[in-house]
């Protein structure tokens, strides 16, 4: 289901998943489908990971045609869409979240995204799979990725649980640190599907090598 890059209307399938209540939100839908395309789990396939994203347990259709559009707008319209971020001119980039005056709600809701896209990149790399063999590089930055989300997930339960009264100048400051924070989390993800496409290429290559001629 690789191919072409496809226009995704963002609307559209925040739409879908909702018609389909779909378990996760959006940006998380969209990290995790990254996350599975960069993947160097060989066997890992688009419609598993769709079927993952219902808790392997996908909804029930009306009847074929409605089956088949569900699919459409996930797989050659959204995947299709992700798999072009696999070139370094086009880099994949984490949901952009509206800004708002800083206060502790968007502190929280710019965490919790931010944590919840990382989740689901790493779900996705993973492909459901305990442990997974990385590339050096790969290896690095998912550490860094936790990291990172550790950092996030402590500033989405600090503006949960203020500490005390709102202070704006600090609030501003910590937005700023975020959206710094948000500039590596990207650098990490795409260090990662570059990283993993290469060992893709290798592995393929390795098999075609190794694959005995027919014989005639």
């Not at 009306?62 to 880099?91: I, V």
């Not at 990382?118 to 690095?140: N, V």
């Amino acid at each position: 289901m690789r191919g072409k890059k496809q226009a995704v209307d963002d609307g559209a399938m925040r739409a879908l998943l909702k018609r389909y209540a779909c378990p996760l939100p959006y940006h998380q839908v969209r990290a995790r489908l990254m996350g599975n395309i960069a993947t160097p789990d060989m066997n890992a396939s688009p419609m598993k990971e769709v079927q993952r994203l219902w808790n392997d347990d996908l909804p029930e259709f009306e009847g074929r045609k409605e089956a088949e559009a569900f699919f459409a707008a996930l797989l050659q319209g959204l995947w299709n869409g992700l798999s072009a971020h696999q070139k370094r001119s086009d880099p994949f980039k984490l949901a952009r979240v509206k800004t708002a005056p800083a206060s502790y709600e968007y502190l929280a809701r710019l965490g919790k995204v931010r944590r919840e896209e990382i989740d689901g990149f790493i779900d996705g790399l993973f492909a459901g799979q305990e442990e997974m063999d990385f590339p050096e590089s790969a290896h690095k930055a998912v550490g860094t990725l936790g990291e990172l989300r550790g950092l996030f997930a402590a500033t989405e339960d600090m503006a949960l649980n203020p500490p005390g009264p709102a202070d704006v100048t600090t609030m501003e400051q910590t937005v700023k640190h975020l959206r710094e924070l948000t500039r590596i989390a990207e650098v990490e993800i795409n260090t990662i599907i570059q990283s993993c496409r290469r060992a893709r290429q290798q592995m393929l290559e390795t098999q075609t090598m190794e694959r005995p001629g027919t014989l005639h």
